[in-house]
């Protein structure tokens, strides 16, 4: 069973848990506030979970029928709706459990009039219910096709470097979703940055070859002085290596498996370390040593990885890297807060999902790139573009 699929199936289990004690609740609010309502609000209340389980449904039969799984061959009409509605399950769950504990702790510590308490309790349950879906549709939407852009500033005593940009790039993820239109719309931001450098750190398509092209097509159009550098992704692996690199090749586009580039501006060099880590394939420690270790006087020098294991952050500090660049996570691409927590599945993988942090003079950067992983929608995880000024 395709993991794609053994992760939507394992959502919807825990999903279904929340929805049942989220429908109680639900249920509840409207007998205490429209007694006649009860009936309405069960039938919309189960067809809002019918068509919440078609996807994960329809993926399952497609699966054991034989065609294995892909969110191509599924309508969007199907998908959207559950993911949409996790998020919205998720959210309010946070609301209902603590209306909850302090409806508890209001019935034991005030003397009130207990059906007045439940009106107002129930009154509330519905209006945090409507208000969520309005906003969770609304942000989800808004986060899913927004794209957004970080500039950063990185100090570096190289009077020839001033000024200097790097445009940081991932995750581009050209499928059904990631149009060429939305493609488009990224490289004209790139664009309009002025990069001296562009890097890529890679997943050029979400699955399969029908979209590689697309991909290579839209980062070919970027402009940048020195170039588009690129590493291989693990969604690159699985589509297939080889063509990915072709494509990208073509264009112009340097493709660093496990080897050093350098690049000369203004009398600088500067150096890049282009380090294939990904699940699949995991670079040798030894020959890690080596790229770390060839020097040609660069003031300047960028390694540059899919996934940034502790394995490559450890080198790349130790080894007195200028900046650590990767991307694999989306940024979080679905992060829903729990109280004061936001859940996503890219912290199974590691603690840094998104932004920037500074390890003494080390800059390291994670890209929330652009397309998507297991679900076409972002929530507080639009796409980003980091452009790092040198100053």
């Given at each position: 069973m395709p993991w794609t699929l053994r992760m939507?199936?394992?959502?919807?289990?825990?999903?279904?848990?929340?929805?049942?004690?989220?429908?109680?609740?639900?249920?509840?609010?409207?007998?205490?506030?429209?007694?006649?309502?009860?009936r309405l609000f069960t039938g919309v209340f189960l067809a809002a979970v019918t068509l919440f389980l078609l996807y994960p449904a329809t993926a399952y039969v497609q699966n054991a029928m034989g065609y294995g799984f892909s969110w191509e061959t599924v309508p969007a009409l199907l998908v959207y709706p559950f993911w949409v509605g996790l998020i919205f399950s998720g959210v309010l769950l946070s609301w209902f459990i603590t209306i909850d504990i302090l409806a508890l702790i209001g019935k034991w510590s005030f003397k009130t009039d207990l059906v007045r308490f439940n009106t107002i309790q129930a009154r509330l349950m519905l209006f945090l219910a409507a208000a969520t879906a309005l906003y969770v549709t609304g942000k989800t939407a808004w986060d899913t096709h927004h794209i957004g852009l970080d500039e950063i500033a990185y100090p570096l005593d190289e009077p020839g470097l001033d000024g200097f940009t790097i445009v940081h790039i991932s995750d581009l993820q050209a499928d059904r979703y990631t149009t060429v239109r939305k493609m488009n719309r990224y490289v004209d931001m790139i664009n309009q940055a002025g990069?001296?450098?562009?890097?890529?750190?890679?997943?050029?398509?979400?699955?399969?070859?029908?979209?590689?092209?697309?991909?290579?097509?839209?980062?070919?159009?970027?402009?940048?002085?020195?170039?588009?550098?690129?590493?291989?992704?693990?969604?690159?692996?699985?589509?297939?290596?080889?063509?990915?690199?072709?494509?990208?090749?073509?264009?112009?586009?340097?493709?660093?498996?496990?080897?050093?580039?350098?690049?000369?501006?203004?009398?600088?060099?500067?150096?890049?370390?282009?380090?294939?880590e990904i699940y699949n394939q995991k670079i040798d420690p030894g020959r890690l040593q080596q790229l770390t270790d060839e020097h040609?006087?660069?003031?300047?020098?960028?390694?540059?990885?899919?996934?940034?294991?502790?394995k490559i952050m450890r080198e790349a500090l130790?080894?007195?890297?200028?900046?650590?660049?990767?991307?694999?996570?989306?940024?979080?691409?679905?992060?829903?807060?729990?109280?004061?927590?936001?859940?996503?599945?890219?912290?199974?993988?590691?603690?840094?999902?998104?932004?920037?942090?500074?390890?003494?003079?080390?800059?390291?950067?994670?890209?929330?790139?652009?397309?998507?992983?297991?679900?076409?929608?972002?929530?507080?995880?639009?796409?980003?573009?980091?452009?790092?000024?040198?100053?």
């Open positions: 939507t199936l394992l959502l919807t289990l825990i999903m279904s848990v929340i929805l049942l004690y989220l429908g109680l609740r639900l249920h509840w609010a409207v007998r205490r506030t429209h007694p006649g309502g009860t990069p001296d450098l562009v890097i890529f750190a890679g997943d050029l398509v979400t699955e399969g070859t029908g979209y590689v092209m697309a991909g290579a097509r839209a980062l070919a159009g970027i402009e940048s002085e020195h170039g588009i550098y690129a590493v291989i992704g693990d969604h690159d692996y699985w589509a297939g290596e080889e063509q990915v690199v072709d494509e990208l090749e073509q264009r112009g586009i340097v493709v660093l498996r496990n080897e050093n580039h350098w690049i000369e501006h203004q009398q600088n060099v500067v150096k890049l370390t282009g380090v294939t040609r006087g660069e003031g300047l020098s960028i390694m540059v990885a899919h996934q940034a294991t502790d130790e080894a007195g890297y200028h900046q650590l660049l990767a991307g694999h996570t989306h940024g979080g691409q679905i992060k829903v807060p729990v109280f004061f927590y936001q859940v996503s599945g890219a912290r199974r993988d590691t603690p840094y999902v998104q932004g920037l942090w500074w390890f003494d003079n080390t800059l390291f950067n994670i890209s929330s790139g652009l397309g998507f992983t297991l679900a076409p929608v972002r929530y507080n995880a639009p796409a980003r573009i980091s452009v790092i000024t040198i100053e």
